[in-house]
């Protein structure tokens, strides 16, 4: 049996590009899905912004599936990471759906729910590449790749270049950008000085654990 939430996403497709993530285009997949709407607004409790937040999950689901069925054994883990964005990008069923979703999220009421699904998407990409970190790692490593992400995505949904050229070039310069502060921070801790310096504030962090639960935010302190 079609699962309901994948056929009411399916459904929406075909009004996104014109009506937006609204209760609009719920209520029209609904119909065309044959869901009756109680069990649609059960499925979506927030109505059109909980059905953006499912695409935007779906994407990541399909994401890690074609992730797992290729052999990224031969790559450096930079280009795992870049080849994991590249994906989650071409999995993407439609380019509209994502700039609508852009739209909504931008909207103060939503911005949080928009941060959390990069975030999420970021997490779900360094969890399938195998990330074993669980001290301040876990939310750099996060924070970094979500700021690549959004980036790129924004790039990606302005960009006509033939096969979206422009965009994986841009990729390509944001995670050397990332490498960049990376060899920088690892020369600050190989000079005497450096360490010097930051002995306290490595202290403070390698307290810093990865939160109990998945995917979430908040962080916790190792007590002694």
Do not use: C
Request: hydrophobic residues 45%; glycine residues 8%.
């Amino acid at each position: 049996m079609h699962d309901p939430t994948d056929a009411l996403l399916d459904a929406a497709m075909m009004h996104v590009p014109f009506d937006g993530w609204s209760e609009t285009t719920l209520r029209a997949a609904a119909r065309d899905a044959g869901i009756a709407p109680a069990e649609a607004r059960a499925l979506f409790p927030r109505g059109a912004v909980d059905m953006a937040l499912a695409f935007h999950r779906r994407g990541d689901d399909r994401m890690a599936k074609r992730l797992r069925a290729e052999d990224l054994s031969s790559l450096k883990f930079r280009e795992r990471v870049t080849r994991a964005v590249r994906t989650r990008i071409e999995v993407v069923e439609d380019k509209e759906a994502v700039r609508r979703g852009t739209t909504l999220f931008a909207l103060p009421q939503y911005a949080a729910d928009g941060s959390r699904a990069i975030w999420g998407t970021a997490d779900r990409i360094l969890d399938t590449l195998g990330d074993t970190s669980d001290d301040v790692n876990w939310y750099t490593k996060r924070a970094t790749l979500s700021g690549v992400y959004g980036s790129t995505i924004l790039f990606w949904l302005g960009d006509d270049s033939l096969e979206a050229q422009d965009t994986w070039a841009f990729l390509d310069r944001r995670i050397e950008d990332v490498m960049r502060i990376e060899r920088f921070k690892a020369g600050v801790a190989n000079n005497a000085v450096g360490r010097a310096l930051m002995a306290g504030p490595n202290w403070a962090l390698s307290r810093v654990r990865k939160p109990a639960g998945l995917g979430g935010f908040p962080g916790g302190r190792r007590v002694r």
